[in-house]
């Protein structure tokens, strides 16, 4: 059965560093997605991608955070100069049609420490 | 502001009782509102439910959604320890997906 897959699954940063968190979506799926959970709290929805562009975006997703889909497969989210509040577990969504019709299948999660 | 409600926060019952999870909404060009099982890790899609009093059936398992009075249920009959997890909400517009906090159900066998 296809799934989502991200690595890695634990990725210990230091406060200011720059993160890449990787993602591969389900193959024949065009739109993508990324969602934070704080520990604890509930899931945030931070970014939709689709046709090499972002749909929609949460107020979350600021600057300090950009996509990426560099070939393919892969679906990247970057968090540059880390901050200890973004510590979190990050997931990937993929779909095959928009997201407001259609299942959202995620990844296990990349859980994000910031020391 | 919250824009998805859920209710009860936790729940403890006994393995063979049937449950009911409510969730509760507010928000502009609704779409659809799902429904989401999380054990360890991540959500494993349940129910999508876009249209009011149509249930959606998946074994023991069932989910219906009023538009009107803006929420929806989520039962399970016949509870099995396997169903202990939290039960995610979410509410769809457009592309943004707005979430509840969840609720912990666990069964006790």
């Known amino acids: 059965e296809p799934e989502v897959t991200q690595t890695p699954s634990h990725q210990v940063t230091q406060m200011g560093q720059e993160v890449i968190l990787r993602c591969v979506p389900i193959?024949?799926?065009?739109?993508f997605y990324w969602y934070r959970q704080i520990l604890g709290q509930k899931v945030e929805f931070l970014v939709s991608?689709?046709?090499?562009?972002?749909?929609?975006k949460s107020e979350i997703f600021d600057d300090q955070f950009s996509v990426e889909r560099p070939d393919g497969s892969n679906f990247t989210l970057k968090i540059r100069s880390t901050k200890l509040e973004d510590s979190a577990m990050y997931f990937c969504?993929?779909?095959?049609?928009?997201?407001?019709?259609?299942?959202?299948?995620f990844g296990p999660g990349t859980r994000l420490t910031v020391l | 502001e919250d824009k998805v409600v859920q209710s009860p926060l936790s729940l403890v019952v006994h393995e063979g009782d049937t449950v009911t999870l409510n969730c509760s909404y507010e928000?502009?060009?609704?779409?659809?509102l799902l429904w989401y099982k999380q054990e360890k890790k991540a959500p494993t899609f349940l129910f999508m439910l876009?249209?009011?009093?149509i249930e959606k059936k998946s074994g023991r398992l069932s989910s219906i959604l009023d538009k009107k009075e803006l929420f929806s249920i989520l039962n399970i009959t016949a509870t099995q320890t396997g169903d202990s997890a939290v039960y995610l909400c979410?509410?769809?517009?457009?592309?943004?997906?707005?979430f509840g906090t969840g609720t912990s159900l666990t069964v006790i066998p």
């Open positions: 969504a993929s779909s095959a049609y928009r997201g407001s019709y259609n299942e959202q299948f």
């Open positions: 193959s024949n799926h065009l739109y």
């Open positions: 991608f689709y046709n090499n562009e972002i749909s929609e």
């Open positions: 928000v502009t060009n609704f779409r659809s």
């Open positions: 876009t249209s009011s009093g």
């Open positions: 979410a509410v769809t517009t457009g592309n943004q997906f707005y």
